[in-house]
């Protein structure tokens, strides 16, 4: 029984240190990784990959300016909730036309299945921690 605790313990912990240290990451070095990756992934030339740069940056510190806490998202009026679905979609709408004026035909397709994939993958996430709780209603 001590050993499956101990055991326990020290998975948690090092699942907790693994999570810390990929959130250490500033900014700028967020960007700068997630630049390379599309550069690697759709061929940005040299111009293409300082647009993305640029439009990644401008993106990441819009988001983190607008970050909540869970407690601030509780107390929000349905109205506020509204307006922010709305402001968030709006960023979307914004986000995919800067990028379709950046990227080429074949580059701006590949990058909206990446995209379409990413999110694909964040909803299987959810629906695989649910059914790892026994929730199997949603």
């Known amino acids: 029984m001590k050993k499956t605790l101990f055991l326990i313990t020290i998975l948690t912990a090092g699942i907790s240190n693994a999570q810390e240290a990929k ?9 700068s990784i997630q630049s390379k990756k599309m ?30 806490t869970k407690e601030d998202r509780s107390e929000l009026t ?12 709006e960023n979307k709408i914004t986000r995919k036309r800067e990028m379709k004026s950046i990227l080429n035909a074949d580059q701006y ?23 790892a709780r026994g929730d199997r209603n949603n």
């Open 109 to 131: 397709i590949k990058w909206e299945k990446m995209i379409t994939r990413k999110t694909k993958d964040k909803r299987k996430g959810v629906k695989q921690r649910r059914g």
């Open 23 to 31: 959130r250490d990451h500033n900014p700028e070095q967020m960007v």
């Open 39 to 68: 550069t690697l992934a759709l061929d940005l030339d040299a111009k293409q990959q300082a647009q993305v740069e640029k439009l990644l940056m401008a993106h990441t510190k819009e988001r983190l300016a607008d970050k909540m």
């Open 78 to 89: 349905n109205v506020q909730r509204f307006n922010a679905l709305e402001q968030m979609l």
